[in-house]
């Protein structure tokens, strides 16, 4: 960790020295050159008389064109116009002594070209040529989106067409976060935000209504069928106000997806005006022809999920068992068939609108509901408050109703892990390590949306049971399975530093993945190799724990020392070393805490064994997953 920081610091210092060396005593400003001096060219194709070519020949300036499809700083470029009729093109220059510009430049243009407009695209974006289609932000007065969950989404600023239409996963700054308007109404207010119109009526021309912010805008645009883009000049798409000042340019857009009925255009949010990361601003348009003909559909049907097992059994095994809210993952929104629609994996994923963070973790570890085979529920919150009722369980729809209680756990700054109108909660999914089923996720129903709110229980330990024996059994299960385990270091995202409560961290599985150069200093391809065949197996005989290393052609074995009160295992020898420039990781802990992922998930996201780095409250974690 030390080697990396010293290297960010030696670079920052030389270009902060740079800088300084080559600073200039005395500052000027250039000449202004006269409009008699700009020289430039605009001459049709000689073959398509409808491709209209620009060059500046003026040495030594920026070129600012101003043309029927846009502007230009290209110092040569070429423009497509589809029809006929007069065009004015502006060439200006901005030289050191300013901006000049040259008198308007009328183009009479006699022909057709109909092959720039073809494209099916062209015409579900415009119905076709010498048609118009509007297109309204699929949320309205009512606070109703029509086709999508809401009206703004937001993506990597590598995604696009490739990624949210054609469904590939690309390298870099790829993900999204689709929110819903209802959940998440503080996105912006409900409104009628006007109308977009794009018309192949004689030109390519866009008017745009912005109902919201008070003003109408007309110009024109150019769709890059090909390239997926659409670039509008002298108008923007549709968006809120609270959004108006944090991109620089509402006409450059990608497209991520468009159909008959519906439209998503991708602005980039510009960090320094927002104060924000760069991301897409994601806005979803229906036709309005869709949007005057929509009905309201009728709410989907409550499905019932089959677990293969007695629910009642599995809620109060041994006569009584405890819940424990999931610090971790403690809520997240859900559809109507139980997927889950937020990826979250960690408290650290949660985003400052949820409310919720590490900090809140032990407050909501100590929420916790019990169930007996009586009937009889009991719930603590997080302040220690207790309260009891009855339950009963509908096992044909899964569902539970409470009676004399109604469970509710404070879940960060503003969200409740409570009931329905009804009293109830459903059983949406399971999570089971061999036969014993250790997470639950309970469901609230959303009443007015085929969605749920759901929140993560994890098992606690039993009445009269020894919860540290309960916490060692559970990790030697996750180690073990039922007899033996095998791990090796991920190939893909093997180590990370995070703060002294095991939280945080700075990179992401796709940090390093076949990125050789980025982060050189611990990632390379010697690094990887190194770790593709060395092996841990965890192996439990009579309730003794025994770790086996496989590296390198040498086995070696050490007992495992298991505190379950603390999560931490104790391996009396090296675990797997690291190759090439990884050489300087730990692999002698011997004492290494088992954290980040909950056991349940070991088998399908591994397990990180942390050791304190050496720094203050900082602690060094390497990833190990399932060995196939």
């Given at each position: ?38 020289k430039y060219s605009i001459s049709q ?505 496989t590296q390198d052609g040498v086995t ?12 931490t295992i104790k391996i009396d020898m ?55």
């Amino acid at each position: 960790m030390n080697t990396r920081k010293f290297k960010i610091f030696t670079a920052l210092l030389g270009l902060f020295l740079a800088f300084y060396a080559c600073k200039p005593e005395e500052f000027s400003i250039g000449e202004m050159i006269s409009k008699d001096q700009l020289k430039y060219s605009i001459s049709q194709d000689k073959n398509d008389p409808n491709m209209i070519i620009l060059e500046s020949l003026t040495p030594g300036v920026t070129p600012l064109w101003v043309t029927p499809m846009g502007r230009s700083t290209q110092l040569k470029d070429t423009v497509k116009i589809p029809f006929a009729g007069e065009y004015t093109f502006t060439y200006g220059v901005e030289s050191a002594g300013g901006y000049v510009q040259a008198d308007n430049y009328v183009l009479n243009l006699t022909t057709n070209n109909l092959n720039y407009v073809d494209d099916p695209l062209w015409t579900l974006l415009t119905g076709g040529v010498g048609k118009e289609k509007t297109w309204v932000l699929d949320l309205n007065a009512d606070a109703v989106s029509k086709y999508f969950i809401g009206p703004l989404f937001f993506y990597g600023t590598d995604d696009s067409w490739v990624t949210v239409t054609d469904k590939q996963t690309v390298t870099g700054d790829s993900w999204n976060w689709s929110p819903d308007y209802p959940g998440n109404s503080w996105l912006m207010a409900a409104g009628d935000y006007g109308t977009m119109t794009f018309s192949l009526k004689g030109g390519a021309k866009i008017t745009v209504d912005h109902k919201m912010l008070g003003k109408t805008q007309t110009g024109t645009y150019f769709l890059d069928a090909s390239a997926k883009t659409l670039k509008m000049t002298d108008a923007g798409i549709l968006h809120d106000s609270g959004r108006d000042k944090v991109v620089i340019d509402w006409g450059n857009l990608k497209v991520l997806s468009l159909t008959e009925n519906t439209m998503q255009l991708a602005a980039l949010r510009d960090p320094a005006l927002s104060g924000e990361g760069a991301c897409l601003l994601v806005y979803n348009f229906i036709s309005k022809d869709y949007s005057d003909n929509w009905v309201k559909p009728e709410p989907e049907g409550d499905p019932n999920f089959d677990f293969g097992l007695d629910q009642g059994e599995m809620l109060a095994v041994n006569k009584t068992k405890t819940w424990s809210l999931s610090s971790d993952t403690p809520f997240n929104w859900y559809g109507i068939d139980g997927t889950e629609l937020n990826a979250w994996s960690k408290n650290t994923d949660y985003p400052d609108w949820a409310g919720y963070n590490a900090s809140y973790a032990s407050y909501v570890s100590a929420c916790q509901i019990q169930f007996s085979s009586d009937g009889a529920v009991k719930t603590v919150d997080g302040d220690g408050v207790e309260a009891e009722g009855t339950y009963a369980i509908d096992e044909t729809t899964n569902t539970l109703t409470f009676t004399g209680i109604t469970p509710a756990f404070k879940m960060g700054s503003w969200a409740v892990a409570t009931t329905t109108a009804a009293n109830q909660w459903k059983i949406l999914k399971i999570k089971k390590t061999g036969s014993a089923v250790t997470d639950i996720w309970f469901g609230k129903r959303d009443p007015s949306k085929s969605e749920y709110m759901g929140f993560h229980f994890v098992l606690g330990a039993s009445a009269g049971s020894d919860p540290v024996a309960e916490a060692k059994k559970a990790i030697i299960k996750a180690l073990c399975g039922t007899s033996s385990k095998s791990f090796k270091v991920s190939d893909s995202w093997h180590v990370d530093w995070c703060d002294g409560n095991y939280s945080g961290g700075w990179t992401t599985a796709t940090t390093f993945a076949d990125d050789f150069t980025s982060n050189s200093w611990v990632w390379t391809a010697e690094v990887k190799q190194s770790i593709q065949d060395p092996r841990l197996t965890f192996s439990v005989n009579n309730g003794e724990v025994t770790c086996t290393k496989t590296q390198d052609g040498v086995t070696t074995s050490a007992g495992v020392t298991i505190d379950g009160a603390n999560n931490t295992i104790k391996i009396d020898m090296d675990l797997i070393k690291f190759g090439g420039a990884a050489n300087w990781l730990p692999s002698y802990g011997p004492n290494w805490k088992i954290c980040r992922n909950d056991l349940a998930d070991i088998d399908s996201k591994g397990m990180w064994l942390g050791v304190p780095s050496g720094k203050d409250n900082e602690t060094l974690i390497i990833h190990y997953v399932v060995a196939q």
